[in-house]
């Protein structure tokens, strides 16, 4: 069980969306203490059914009327949901594109001020593994859904300039129970620093725009967070512990993209349609 720190207070009512989905599940035990409502929000089914001190709403993010009536009497949102791996286009457009847009615009009219952003490294996907980024560094998604992401980051740039709505877009390495391959060592963000990283997202004051990288304390990571630092998040837990069985797979060939890209085998998705 999460514990909160005495300092903070729990917001009235936090909204999770994604909230069926394979954090959304792990978010909804480790968000409780931060909020004295938690309402959860998914497209497909969520089980159990509400607890004490939760509220659960189906709603598919493509319909604007729907998210409008989903974000009223909320004071912060966790933006978890969507298409989260590479899909047709028009598979992504819906909860991806539309949805973020319906999210800010009902955030907007009901007067939410803060926003976290489940961004994706896939927003940066095409770089090498040998390359380091901050968050200035200029994005190379590495497909729609790597794109659905760049434009939600641009979204909360442009409500936070134009109507002051606060958003910290994390872009999340690879955040399981452990890391599955060799890239995941570099991208890995274990649930414990994930939980801490969202805690600092609601509660830092004057976050703007705030662009950070998801990782845990990983022995060689490829993302620099010196531009998140006022976040205070500092993660306690490292693949390393995991190396021994992750080197007993087999090397990658040389040309894999999961050995190249830090989108790994993302870059090589598609093209999709062509028949
Ligand atoms: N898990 C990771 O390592 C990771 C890495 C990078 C980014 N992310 C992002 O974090 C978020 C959660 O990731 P996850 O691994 O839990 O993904 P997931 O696919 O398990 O969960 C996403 C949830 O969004 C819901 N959803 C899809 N379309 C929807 C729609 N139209 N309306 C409403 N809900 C809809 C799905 O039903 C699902 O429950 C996603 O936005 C994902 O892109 C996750």
Redesign the pocket.
């Known amino acids: 069980m999460t514990t909160i720190s005495s300092e903070l207070r729990p917001f009235n009512r936090l909204l999770l969306?994604?909230?069926?989905?394979?954090?959304?599940k792990v978010l909804r035990e480790r968000l409780r203490p931060y909020a004295n409502i938690l309402r959860l929000?998914?497209?497909?089914e969520m089980a159990p059914a509400a607890g004490p001190h939760e509220e659960v709403v189906r709603?598919?993010?493509?319909d604007k009327a729907a998210v409008h009536q989903l974000i009223e009497g909320v004071d912060a949102i966790l933006?978890?949901?969507?298409?989260?791996?590479e899909r047709p286009f028009e598979e992504i457009l819906?909860?991806n594109i539309c949805?973020v847009f319906h999210v800010y615009e009902a955030a907007r009219r009901h007067g939410v001020k803060r926003v976290v952003f489940?961004?994706?490294?896939?927003v940066i996907g095409f770089y090498k593994q040998d390359e380091h980024l901050d968050a200035n560094c200029l994005r190379r998604p590495d497909g729609y859904?790597g794109l659905s992401?760049s434009y939600g980051e641009d979204m909360a740039s442009f409500y936070f300039d134009r109507y002051g709505i606060e958003t910290v877009s994390i872009?999340?390495?690879?955040?399981?129970p452990e890391p599955a391959n060799r890239r995941m060592m570099s991208t890995w963000?274990s649930y414990d620093d994930l939980t801490h990283l969202l805690e600092r997202c609601l509660y830092t004051e004057n976050v703007g725009h705030t662009v950070v990288y998801?990782m845990s304390d990983n022995r060689d990571v490829w993302w620099d967070n010196s531009q998140a630092a006022h976040l205070g998040f500092k993660p306690k837990d490292s693949s390393e512990v995991f190396r021994d069985k992750v080197e007993a797979q087999p090397m990658p060939a040389a040309d894999d993209p999961a050995r190249i890209y830090q989108g790994g085998a993302f870059v090589a998705a598609g093209p999709f349609g062509d028949d």
Do not use: P, Q, W
């Open positions: 969306t994604g909230a069926a989905g394979g954090l959304g929000s998914d497209i497909g709603c598919d993010l493509a933006h978890f949901g969507g298409v989260s791996v819906g909860a949805g489940a961004s994706s490294n896939h859904y992401k872009r999340i390495g690879s955040s399981f963000l998801g």
